[in-house]
């Protein structure tokens, strides 16, 4: 009996554990693009072997087998600690990263007023993201391939034909143009109201994901979800209310919300279109629509330039370091968010995004940009209440359950010895009065 419960909770214990191999492996899908699929190792095997040699072998192969699942238990926790270690870098990193990138984009509007051409630029440095894959393909992967073959390899993505015009039209491009509408419209809002308040609202777009993957992918209903998009819709109306209703409040919530449903648009209808993206197959994606805004998208720029759009007297008056800053720091958020997910846990990522709401309200405090009332202050609570209450995996009320049991059972434990002992005891008494009974 005891085996047989050490066998099922190993195998619990496999089930809801992390199973995704690092960046090298080419059977690993990535977090942002779709959902992870994990590799499947067969330890029911080896765990079951075990048992199997403990029942045979009698009391002394039962201490072994108690050893190997102890020292199994030791290694996945190990893991784990390892796991949840990198998972506070990775929350450290995503939150600086996409709160920097924020905070220096509003700073470049203050010298060089152009949104359009910051979302062509940092756009553009998706182009490095297949040859830094390639490197950690290099680096990590014992079966190395050159470029041409990798490539080729991962056009199968894309179908049967691999990377077609007509593919290209059709996957492609409808994907670079909701990219580039995302990060313009976020850039938009950045002009309009504080960083605070855009972060903040950035993160309805996982409410808006639900929604959507509820009416178009089918995914199951979950009245929690729900409940977490309700309190984003109502976090919106608050801080749209908490600036008085004026004009530039209103077009700047309504663009950063505009640019939460393209995000979240984008997301599902990559699931539908796509389906779900290996490591190689993101970066490769990626690289295309970097690829693909560099080729097509160049004429915008240029135009809004004769046309005093967005207009600079000259290439060296521009700031640079502004530019640059604001494009490395966006292109090392979507490859922490995208391929993070091979070290770490997808919840800690996710975390990073809506630790970087106080982050950019200390930066807006200090620099006196924002007036924190207590209708805003509810407002960004409810939000990012609402952006965790998303991260719930689907199964939480059953893991709360079980864990009530567990703890339930930990707060009784000389019970049942007691009763063993009593049961014992009642049955040498049993034996003796039949005994001295037959004797007689």
Known sequence: ?????????????????????????????????????????????????????????????????????????????????????????MVMCVCSSWAGSTQLAKLTFKQYDAPFTLTWFATTWNCLFFPLYYIGHLCKSPERQTPKQRFREC????????????????????????????NYLYLQALRKINSTDVSALFCCNKAFVFLLSWIVLRDRFMGVRIVAAILAIAGIVMLTYADGFHSHSVIGITLVVASASASALYKVLFKLVLGSAKFGEAALFLTIVGGANLVFMSFVPVILYFTHVEYFTSIADLPWAYLCGVAGLLLAFNILVNFGIAITYPTLISLGIVLSVPVNAMVDLYTCDIHFNTVRLIAVFIICLGFLMLLLPEDWDQCLIELSTKLRKREQPVEPAETANSSGLNWTRRARTSMSTFSH
Do not use: Y
């Open 1 to 89: 009996m005891q085996l047989e419960l050490r066998l099922s909770e190993l195998v619990n214990m496999k089930k809801h554990s992390a199973r995704v191999a690092p960046l090298s492996a080419c059977n690993s899908p990535v977090l942002t693009l779709t959902k992870v699929r994990g590799e499947d190792r067969p330890r029911e095997n080896i765990v079951g072997t075990a048992d199997g040699q403990a029942m045979v072998g009698g009391a002394g192969a039962e201490s072994g087998a108690g050893r190997q699942s102890l020292n199994c238990c030791v290694r996945v926790t190990a893991v784990q600690v390892r796991k949840a270690i990198w998972g506070v870098a």
């Open 155 to 182: 056009c199968r993505f894309f179908g049967d034909d691999g990377l077609t015009t007509k593919v290209f039209f059709t996957k492609v491009a409808p994907f670079g143009l909701l990219w580039i509408m995302t």
